[in-house]
C-alpha cells in the first residue's frame, strides 16, 4: 500500500517563538475547558517557564488505591515519574523519570516547580482502583517569553478517558463484523492511529487511517487482513473471533490537538449445548448428591432446572459461587426428576439435555388384593396382587403355610382344585436398591368334608375363637333378657276394654245316666273334679275346681 499524508511530527514538541513588536505580551488563549468527565486539566492553562503547573484528573474513580505518573504517552516504567498513595501521601513512590521538582497531591494531582522548555511533552496517568483501572493523558507545553514578549499557544484539548468509543453492535458475535468509533472525535482530524493495546504500542498498531487519503491506509504490526478504517476514525473488524477481545485505543491528531481514547471489546459465543455430569444419577433417600454443569467460558449465566422448573439455593439446594455446581443435602422423594442447566450471555441461550435423578425408597409396607379371608369352591379360579411402593421396583416371591410356591413376579394366579391349596398364602416384597423387605398375607379356605376346622382354615388365632365364642354366648343372654321382659309385661297387664269376652267354666251337680243306675265308682280323686262344665255369664271369674 502506498503511504498517505506524512504524520505530524511532534509540533508540542517544539516550542514556537514570536516577539511582539509593540513590546506588549499577549496573554495565552487558554486550552479548551470543555472535556470528557476524567480528562486532564492544566493549572494554569499554558505555564511560563520558571513556573509551576499542577495536572490533576477533573472526575477520579472513587476510592483510588494508586496515581502512577509517566513522562510518556504510554506506561514505560523507566519513565515513571511518580506513584501516589491517596491513603498514604507521605508514601510517594519515586520513578525513574523523577526530576526533584514533581510531588504527589490529593485527587492523584501532579505539581511541577520551576517548569523548563524541556518539560514540554506528553504525561500520562494510570489510577488504580477496586475493579477499576483508568488511563488518562495529556499534552503539557510550556511557554518563554522573547523581548518582553509572550508566546500564544494553540487551544488543546487533553486525552479523552478510555469508554467514549461506541461499539456497534454493542456485543458482537464470533462470525459476525463490529466497529469501533469515536463518539465526538475533534474537528480537522489528520490521522487516526489504532491499536490492539491500552497504549500507543507501536508493535500493537493495527492501522492508522488519514481522512484526506482514506483509501491509502497504513497497516502496523498487529493487523490481520481483516480490519479496515473509515470516516469519523472507525475501525471495521470483520468476521471477529474469540481471540479479538481486548483493549483497542485510539490516537487522532488535529492541528494543535490530539486525544487518546480506548475501549474494551468483547466477542461473544454463541453458546454450544451445556452437559449436567453426571448424566444420570441413582441416589437412596435421606443421602446427598451433586450435579456439575459443564458449558463454555463464554457463558456468563447459569440456571437450574428440575422438570422445567428454576430451582433456587434453599435450606438443603446449595449452589456454588458461580452456579456451577447444585448440591442436594437429605435427599427426599420430591427431589427425583429431570434436572437440566441453562447457560446464557449476551448474545444467546442453550439447555442443556435433562439429566434424570431417581430416589430409592421403600417398601415400607406391602398388602396383597383382594383382602382375606377368601372363601371358594373348588374349581375356582384365583389371582392374588401383591402390591408395594418401593423404588427401583422390588422382586416378589410367594409362600403357602410357610413353604415357597416358587412363584415370583406381583401376581399370583392358580385354580383350586384341591382342599390342599387352602391356607395362608404370604408374598415377600424385596428392593435390592435399599435392601429393604416388606410381607403380606391372606387367608384362603375351600369350604369340603375334608376341609380342616374352620380356625384352622380361617387362620384364626385362639383369642379370636374365644372372642367369637364370648361374642355369641352375650348375644344369646341378651335375647333371653327381652324375651323375659316381654312375657312379664304380658302376665302383669289387666284386659283391656274392648278385649274380647272369655268363657268360664264352674262345677255343678252331677246327674243321673240315663237307662239305668249308674256302675260303682272308684274312690274319689282328691284332686280337683271338673265335672259337667257349662258356661255362665261371660263376665263372671271365679275359681274352677
Given at each position: 500500500?502506498?503511504?498517505?499524508?506524512?504524520?505530524?511530527?511532534?509540533?508540542?514538541?517544539?516550542?514556537l517563538?514570536?516577539?511582539?513588536?509593540?513590546?506588549?505580551?499577549?496573554?495565552?488563549?487558554?486550552?479548551?475547558?470543555?472535556?470528557?468527565?476524567?480528562?486532564?486539566?492544566?493549572?494554569?492553562?499554558?505555564?511560563?517557564?520558571?513556573?509551576?503547573?499542577?495536572?490533576?484528573?477533573?472526575?477520579?474513580?472513587?476510592?483510588?488505591?494508586?496515581?502512577?505518573?509517566?513522562?510518556?504517552e504510554?506506561?514505560?516504567?523507566?519513565?515513571?515519574?511518580?506513584?501516589?498513595?491517596p491513603?498514604?501521601?507521605?508514601?510517594?513512590?519515586?520513578?525513574?523519570?523523577?526530576?526533584?521538582?514533581?510531588?504527589?497531591?490529593?485527587?492523584?494531582?501532579?505539581?511541577?516547580?520551576?517548569?523548563?522548555?524541556?518539560?514540554?511533552?506528553?504525561?500520562?496517568?494510570?489510577?488504580?482502583?477496586?475493579?477499576?483501572?483508568?488511563?488518562a493523558?495529556?499534552?503539557?507545553?510550556?511557554?518563554?517569553?522573547?523581548?518582553?514578549?509572550?508566546?500564544?499557544?494553540?487551544?488543546?484539548?487533553?486525552?479523552?478517558?478510555?469508554?467514549?468509543?461506541?461499539?456497534?453492535?454493542p456485543?458482537?458475535?464470533?462470525?459476525?463484523?463490529?466497529?469501533?468509533?469515536?463518539?465526538?472525535p475533534?474537528?480537522?482530524?489528520?490521522?487516526?492511529?489504532w491499536?490492539?493495546?491500552?497504549?500507543?504500542?507501536?508493535?500493537?498498531?493495527?492501522?492508522?487511517?488519514?481522512?484526506?487519503?482514506?483509501?491509502?491506509?497504513?497497516?502496523?504490526?498487529?493487523?490481520?487482513?481483516?480490519e479496515?478504517?473509515?470516516?469519523?476514525?472507525?475501525?471495521?473488524?470483520?468476521?471477529?473471533?474469540?481471540?479479538?477481545?481486548?483493549?483497542?485505543?485510539?490516537?487522532?491528531?488535529?492541528?494543535?490537538?490530539?486525544?487518546?481514547?480506548?475501549?474494551?471489546?468483547?466477542?461473544?459465543?454463541?453458546?454450544?449445548?451445556?452437559?449436567?455430569?453426571?448424566?444420570?444419577?441413582?441416589?437412596?433417600?435421606?443421602?446427598?448428591?451433586?450435579?456439575?454443569?459443564?458449558?463454555?467460558?463464554?457463558?456468563?449465566?447459569r440456571?437450574?432446572?428440575?422438570?422445567?422448573?428454576?430451582?433456587?439455593?434453599s435450606?438443603?439446594?446449595?449452589?456454588s459461587?458461580?452456579?456451577r455446581?447444585?448440591?442436594?443435602?437429605n435427599?427426599?422423594?420430591?427431589?427425583?426428576?429431570?434436572?437440566?442447566?441453562?447457560?446464557?450471555?449476551?448474545?444467546?441461550?442453550?439447555?442443556?439435555?435433562?439429566?434424570?435423578v431417581?430416589?430409592?425408597?421403600?417398601?415400607?409396607?406391602?398388602?396383597?388384593?383382594?383382602?382375606?379371608?377368601?372363601?371358594?369352591?373348588?374349581?375356582?379360579?384365583?389371582?392374588l396382587?401383591?402390591?408395594?411402593?418401593?423404588?427401583?421396583?422390588?422382586?416378589?416371591?410367594?409362600?403357602?403355610?410357610?413353604?415357597?410356591?416358587?412363584q415370583?413376579?406381583?401376581?399370583?394366579?392358580?385354580?383350586?382344585t384341591?382342599?390342599?391349596?387352602?391356607?395362608?398364602?404370604?408374598?415377600?416384597?424385596?428392593?435390592?436398591?435399599?435392601?429393604?423387605?416388606?410381607?403380606?398375607?391372606?387367608?384362603?379356605?375351600?369350604?369340603?368334608?375334608?376341609?380342616?376346622?374352620?380356625?384352622?382354615?380361617?387362620?384364626?388365632?385362639?383369642?379370636?375363637?374365644?372372642?367369637?365364642?364370648?361374642?355369641?354366648?352375650?348375644?344369646v343372654?341378651?335375647?333371653?333378657?327381652?324375651?323375659?321382659?316381654?312375657?312379664?309385661?304380658?302376665?302383669?297387664?289387666?284386659?283391656?276394654?274392648?278385649?274380647?269376652?272369655?268363657?268360664?267354666?264352674?262345677?255343678?251337680?252331677?246327674?243321673?245316666?240315663?237307662?239305668?243306675?249308674?256302675?260303682?265308682?272308684?274312690?274319689?280323686?282328691?284332686?280337683?273334679?271338673?265335672?259337667?262344665?257349662?258356661?255362665?255369664?261371660?263376665?263372671?271369674?271365679?275359681?274352677?275346681?
Open positions: 500500500m502506498g503511504r498517505g499524508p506524512p504524520r505530524p511530527g511532534g509540533p508540542w514538541a517544539r516550542v517563538l514570536a516577539a511582539s513588536v509593540l513590546g506588549s505580551c499577549l496573554q495565552p488563549a487558554p486550552a479548551q475547558s470543555t472535556r470528557p468527565p476524567g480528562t486532564i486539566v492544566l493549572s494554569p492553562p499554558s505555564p511560563v517557564v520558571g513556573g509551576g503547573v499542577s495536572l490533576a484528573p477533573r472526575d477520579p474513580p472513587q476510592n483510588v488505591l494508586s496515581c502512577n505518573w509517566f513522562r510518556s504510554t506506561e514505560v516504567p523507566s519513565r515513571r515519574i511518580l506513584t501516589y498513595y491513603s498514604a501521601p507521605s508514601n510517594t513512590s519515586i520513578g525513574l523519570a523523577h526530576t526533584g521538582r514533581e510531588t504527589g497531591g490529593p485527587g492523584c494531582a501532579l505539581h511541577i516547580a520551576g517548569v523548563t522548555l524541556s518539560d514540554t511533552g506528553t504525561y500520562s496517568l494510570v489510577m488504580e482502583a477496586p475493579g477499576n483501572r483508568v488511563l493523558a495529556v499534552l503539557l507545553r510550556v511557554w518563554a517569553s522573547v523581548l518582553g514578549s509572550c508566546l500564544q499557544p494553540a487551544p488543546v484539548q487533553s486525552t479523552r478517558p478510555p469508554g467514549t468509543i461506541v461499539l456497534s453492535p456485543s458482537p458475535a464470533v462470525g459476525g463484523g463490529v466497529s469501533l468509533a469515536p463518539r465526538d475533534p474537528q480537522n482530524v489528520l490521522s487516526c492511529a491499536f490492539r493495546s491500552a497504549t500507543t504500542d507501536e508493535t500493537r498498531r493495527i492501522l492508522t487511517y488519514y481522512p484526506s487519503a482514506p483509501s491509502d491506509p497504513i497497516t502496523g504490526p498487529a493487523h490481520t487482513g481483516r479496515t478504517g473509515g470516516p469519523g476514525c472507525a475501525l471495521h473488524i470483520a468476521g471477529v473471533t474469540l481471540s479479538d477481545t481486548g483493549t483497542y485505543s485510539l490516537l487522532m491528531e488535529a492541528p494543535g490537538n490530539r486525544v487518546l481514547t480506548a475501549v474494551l471489546l468483547r466477542v461473544w459465543e454463541m453458546l454450544p449445548r451445556p452437559t449436567v455430569m453426571p448424566n444420570q444419577t441413582l441416589v437412596p433417600e435421606n443421602r446427598t448428591f451433586s450435579l456439575t454443569c459443564n458449558s463454555s467460558p463464554s457463558a456468563d449465566t440456571l437450574w432446572l428440575r422438570d422445567g422448573e428454576p430451582l433456587g439455593p435450606r438443603r439446594l446449595v449452589l459461587p458461580d452456579n455446581t447444585l448440591t442436594v443435602l435427599v427426599t422423594r420430591g427431589d427425583a426428576g429431570a434436572y437440566q442447566c441453562e447457560v446464557g450471555n449476551a448474545v444467546s441461550s442453550n439447555r442443556s439435555e435433562p439429566s434424570p431417581t430416589v430409592t425408597y421403600g417398601p415400607d409396607s406391602a398388602r396383597i388384593d383382594p383382602p382375606g379371608p377368601i372363601l371358594l369352591p373348588l374349581g375356582s379360579p384365583l389371582t396382587t401383591c402390591v408395594a411402593d418401593s423404588v427401583p421396583a422390588p422382586s416378589y416371591r410367594w409362600a403357602l403355610n410357610g413353604t415357597d410356591t416358587g415370583t413376579g406381583s401376581s399370583f394366579t392358580l385354580t383350586l384341591t382342599s390342599a391349596q387352602q391356607g395362608t398364602y404370604e408374598c415377600q416384597a424385596h428392593n435390592s436398591g435399599t435392601n429393604l423387605t416388606a410381607w403380606a398375607s391372606v387367608a384362603v379356605r375351600v369350604p369340603g368334608p375334608d376341609s380342616p376346622p374352620p380356625d384352622a382354615d380361617l387362620g384364626l388365632s385362639a383369642g379370636a375363637i374365644a372372642g367369637i365364642i364370648i361374642g355369641s354366648l352375650a348375644g343372654a341378651l335375647a333371653g333378657v327381652v324375651a323375659y321382659f316381654l312375657y312379664s309385661r304380658c302376665r302383669i297387664e289387666p284386659p283391656q276394654a274392648k278385649a274380647a269376652p272369655v268363657l268360664v267354666y264352674e262345677n255343678l251337680p252331677p246327674t243321673a245316666c240315663a237307662g239305668g243306675a249308674a256302675p260303682p265308682r272308684s274312690p274319689r280323686d282328691p284332686g280337683p273334679t271338673y265335672e259337667t262344665l257349662q258356661p255362665r255369664q261371660p263376665d263372671v271369674y271365679e275359681e274352677l275346681k
